[in-house]
């Protein structure tokens, strides 16, 4: 079964807050969900392999550790994913970026593919699969899916807000990928959205309602 790793630092949460509140507009949503995910890639990436390299500080050579070469992608199902990428690539700016293009049918809340573009050597590289909701997980899972018929078996899941619904579909279809949050809300609604959530994340973003 996979982990769910739930990323509760108190500035995560007062930005989580802030995001959540109806009267932040698209501009603070965005700065904030960039924010949160750069604080997040911290906690996400605690365990990447490092090596010892002998370098020479002022005073002396020193054996001293850098990060061992494993190479990331990070992957945004868009759209709302994209407003995850920039935080991340803050921390690991030599991550490759591929794109899953999903969107939720509305009346059946099946996700529907549009769009898949990933690195050519995505299967050598860890996976950092990016969505700021994980809702039914259907649109999750799929993505997951997709990635794994392209080889790719080193896959992490980091959401900003996760239904229990989005996490035990995944966990269920997916019991090899762990599972970053910032928060674990309490259910979905008859509409499949989060409660409480904070609404449509795509729409936010990009100011479309
Ligand atoms: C939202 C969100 C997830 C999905 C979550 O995208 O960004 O991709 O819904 O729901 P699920 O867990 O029930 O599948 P949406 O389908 O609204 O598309 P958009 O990003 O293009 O607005
Ligand atoms: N997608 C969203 O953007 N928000 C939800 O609450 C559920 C799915």
Same mark, same amino acid.
């Not at 850098?66 to 945004?76: E, S």
């Not at 407003?83 to 996700?111: C, F, Q, W």
């Given at each position: 079964?996979?982990?769910?790793? =739930?990323?509760?630092?108190?500035?995560?949460?007062?930005?989580?807050?802030?995001? @959540?509140?109806?009267?932040? %507009?698209?501009?603070?949503?965005?700065?904030?969900?960039?924010?949160?995910?750069?604080?997040?890639?911290?906690?996400?990436?605690?365990? $990447?392999?490092?090596?010892? =390299?002998?370098?020479?500080?002022?005073?002396?050579?020193?054996?001293?550790?850098?990060?061992? %070469?494993?190479?990331?992608?990070?992957?945004?199902?868009?759209?709302? /994913?994209?407003?995850?990428?920039?935080?991340?690539?803050?921390?690991?700016?030599?991550?490759? =970026?591929?794109?899953?293009?999903?969107?939720?049918?509305?009346?059946?809340?099946?996700?529907?593919?549009?769009?898949?573009?990933?690195?050519?050597?995505?299967?050598?590289?860890?996976?950092?699969?990016?969505?700021?909701?994980?809702?039914?997980?259907?649109?999750?899972?799929?993505?997951?899916?997709? $990635?794994?018929? @392209?080889?790719?078996?080193?896959?992490? $899941?980091?959401?900003?807000?996760?239904?229990?619904? /989005?996490?035990?579909?995944?966990?269920?279809?997916?019991?090899?990928?762990?599972?970053?949050?910032?928060?674990?809300?309490?259910?979905?609604?008859?509409?499949?959205?989060?409660?409480?959530?904070?609404?449509?994340? /795509?729409?936010?973003?990009?100011?479309?309602?």
């Amino acid at each position: 079964m996979s982990k769910v790793h =739930v990323i509760d630092h108190p500035l995560v949460q007062h930005k989580v807050s802030l995001m @959540r509140d109806k009267e932040t %507009g698209p501009k603070e949503f965005r700065e904030l969900l960039d924010e949160i995910s750069m604080l997040m890639a911290y906690e996400v990436t605690r365990d $990447l392999p490092l090596k010892t =390299v002998e370098i020479e500080t002022p005073i002396c050579r020193a054996q001293t550790k850098v990060i061992a %070469g494993k190479k990331l992608a990070i992957v945004p199902i868009l759209r709302a /994913g994209l407003g995850m990428v920039d935080g991340i690539m803050s921390l690991v700016p030599a991550a490759k =970026v591929g794109h899953i293009g999903l969107y939720r049918d509305p009346n059946t809340l099946e996700p529907v593919e549009y769009y898949c573009k990933l690195p050519a050597d995505a299967e050598e590289r860890e996976i950092l699969l990016v969505d700021p909701m994980l809702a039914t997980g259907g649109s999750a899972s799929a993505a997951i899916g997709f $990635l794994k018929k @392209r080889g790719c078996r080193n896959i992490k $899941l980091v959401n900003l807000i996760a239904a229990p619904e /989005g996490v035990a579909r995944v966990q269920e279809d997916h019991p090899d990928v762990d599972i970053y949050v910032a928060a674990m809300d309490e259910k979905l609604n008859d509409h499949g959205y989060i409660i409480p959530g904070l609404g449509d994340a /795509g729409d936010r973003l990009f100011g479309t309602k």
